[in-house]
């Protein structure tokens, strides 16, 4: 029995380590660009620092509550957008005006001249705070490292991550080659489009995760109790849940290329997948609990292309390996 299973498992691994070789050398290879690699995995997370700093600035700067003096000499809260400095202006500018009414028609251009002066120092206040504010922000979010050798690991990570990805063709070329002695000879024919599709399909994820998934998700991670605590972002930890991210991605992205070749092959046809939609959409939704952020928004970009993918697979598999109905024998 050994010997009979002893060219497989030697094909085996041939296969498994051509495929480390090459993830090997474009590991080598992407450590060269590791700064430029950190830099896009970084993006979206400084994007959504910045965005929400923004946020917590125009909170913060929205309303000041002041006291006031009513005519009966009562307290009163004024909720105003403007700053102290230029209440206090306006204050100034206010008691003028009232002065021009009750003073003698002496000091009236003199008061007016005053009330103008003060209308000047109002609008001179807003475009130095106008202009103070792009330059200065309160909230202080930043991506830091807890660990001596932090920079280094992160760089071999991301280096990985992206070798995987480089030399992601050459592995699913390989994968064929271990399936292929087993297949027809027409279906031996469709190693191009399971590579390929492969590849873009997983790109397609990748790149739907980074550009429409982690926007929202961190903005709304981070800016949740940003009001109330600094976040100070561990960048060990931010790498291992991107990669997470986007890895998982990649792999739904691939539901209908793996549909479409195990239509080839015979083993499942469109009503296959139509009895196990129910059960697929429970898993769908487990999976992308599992390999997205913990907020509904995030989850749902992740279980919405999943079911939509699902439904493309089954058109997929119909046009390839439809179900027929058995006639009945009378």
Do not use: C
């Amino acid at each position: 029995m050994f010997e009979s299973i002893k060219p497989h498992l030697a094909a085996l691994q041939k296969t498994i380590g051509y495929s480390l070789l090459s993830v090997i050398i474009a590991f080598i290879v992407a450590f060269s660009f590791h700064n430029y690699i950190l830099t896009w995995i970084t993006e979206p997370l400084n994007d959504a620092l910045t965005q929400v700093g923004r946020i917590i600035d125009t909170q913060e700067k929205a309303t000041w509550h002041l006291k006031s003096i009513d005519e009966n000499n009562e307290t009163v809260e004024v909720i105003t957008t403007d700053s102290p400095s230029i209440v206090s202006a306006k204050k100034l500018e206010n008691a003028l005006e009232k002065a021009v009414t009750v003073a003698n028609k002496e000091l009236v251009v003199f008061l007016q001249d005053a009330v103008d002066a003060t209308k000047e120092l109002v609008t001179t206040l807003k475009n130095i705070e106008l202009n103070s504010s792009h330059k200065k922000s309160s909230f202080e979010g930043k991506i830091t490292t807890h660990q001596v050798g932090g920079a280094f690991f992160v760089a071999l990570k991301v280096s990985f991550f992206a070798g995987l990805l480089g030399a992601l063709p050459f592995i699913l070329y390989q994968i064929w080659l271990f399936v292929a002695p087993g297949l027809y000879d027409n279906e031996k024919k469709m190693v191009l489009p399971f590579v390929f599709g492969g590849s873009i399909m997983f790109a397609v994820g990748v790149l739907f995760a980074y550009y429409v998934v982690t926007p929202f998700g961190f903005q709304f991670l981070i800016t949740f109790g940003s009001f109330l605590y600094t976040p100070l972002i561990n960048i060990e930890d931010y790498v291992g849940f991107f990669t997470k991210i986007m890895i998982g991605f990649g792999l739904a992205f691939e539901l209908p290329v793996f549909a479409y070749f195990l239509a080839v092959l015979g083993m499942i046809t469109d009503k296959t997948l139509k009895d196990f939609f129910k059960y697929a959409i429970i898993i769908i939704f487990i999976i992308a609990a599992l390999l997205t952020p913990p907020d509904v928004l995030t989850q749902l970009l992740m279980a919405g292309p999943l079911i939509i993918l699902y439904g493309v697979s089954i058109l997929i598999v119909r046009m390839v390996n439809p179900h027929i109905e058995e006639e009945d024998d009378n």
